[in-house]
């Protein structure tokens, strides 16, 4: 009996463990999507006011692609 309680007590301590892994890998899944609006929201700022020229490199095959992001806003020339 005694051995079933500790077993029992065994598999919550991991079951406990395991939800705060969980908890804390969420939370740094949070913060990187955080990290990554502002990132995004910064760059769409930019292209209202000029074209943008982002440029990808693959992790897997190592090649460079080229993304032109243009508004619609006109750019004011020398008047």
Same mark, same amino acid.
């Given at each position: 009996?005694?051995?079933?309680? /500790?077993? =029992? #007590?065994? =598999?919550?301590? &991991? *079951?406990? /463990?395991?939800?705060? *892994? %969980?908890?804390?890998?969420?939370?740094? #899944?949070? +913060? $990187? #999507?955080? &990290?990554?609006? @502002?990132?995004? !929201?910064? %760059?769409?700022? $930019?292209?209202?006011? /000029?074209? #943008?020229?982002? +440029?990808?490199?693959?992790? &897997?095959?190592? *090649?460079?692609? *080229?993304? &032109?992001? !243009? @508004?619609?806003? $006109?750019? /004011?020339? =020398? +008047?």
């Amino acid at each position: 009996m005694a051995s079933q309680d /500790r077993a =029992k #007590l065994g =598999k919550q301590v &991991n *079951q406990d /463990r395991d939800i705060g *892994q %969980l908890i804390k890998r969420l939370d740094m #899944l949070d +913060e $990187r #999507l955080d &990290n990554i609006d @502002s990132i995004v !929201t910064s %760059l769409i700022e $930019r292209v209202m006011g /000029r074209p #943008l020229v982002i +440029e990808v490199t693959c992790p &897997n095959c190592g *090649q460079t692609i *080229q993304i &032109n992001v !243009t @508004s619609g806003v $006109r750019l /004011r020339g =020398k +008047e």
